[in-house]
């Protein structure tokens, strides 16, 4: 079983930062892939970011390339989502997600582990 608590979200102002935080339990959280998702009032889970198990691999959505960082620190047992330039539209709940592999996935059907998620709101 894998326990994940999402924190770091709340209110910034367009063009500012913030960054989030997923403290997961379990020995083996070195070897989980990890991703962030958000999900907005009245639409669906999108997929953000996601890391590999060793952090040599990425992958961002297109709308949050260039300004959005995903990292992890497996001696803290953490995966960090570093936000910049933020726009009203990345206004949502951020979760945090464990797959339990080692390579990155897009697919949020394919991470069994979820955080109860942190909200993220951007004003313009």
């Known amino acids: 079983q894998v326990r994940l608590v999402e924190s770091g979200g709340g209110l910034v102002q367009a063009g500012g930062s913030l960054r989030l935080s997923c403290a997961a339990s379990?020995?083996?959280?070195?070897?989980?892939?990890m991703g962030w998702f958000r999900q907005a009032p009245g639409k669906e889970r999108e997929f953000v970011a996601a890391l590999s198990s060793n952090g040599g691999s990425t992958s961002y959505a297109d709308s949050v390339k260039g300004r959005f960082t995903i990292s992890r620190d497996n001696a803290k047992n953490t995966v960090y989502l570093q936000m910049n330039s933020l726009k009203p539209e990345d206004t949502a709940v951020y979760f945090c997600?464990?797959?339990?592999?080692?390579?990155?996935?897009?697919?949020?059907?394919?991470?069994?582990?979820w955080g109860q998620g942190t909200q993220v709101t951007v004003s313009s």
């Open positions: 379990g020995r083996t959280f070195s070897t989980y892939a």
């Open positions: 997600a464990a797959q339990l592999r080692y390579y990155i996935t897009v697919h949020a059907a394919n991470y069994p582990y």
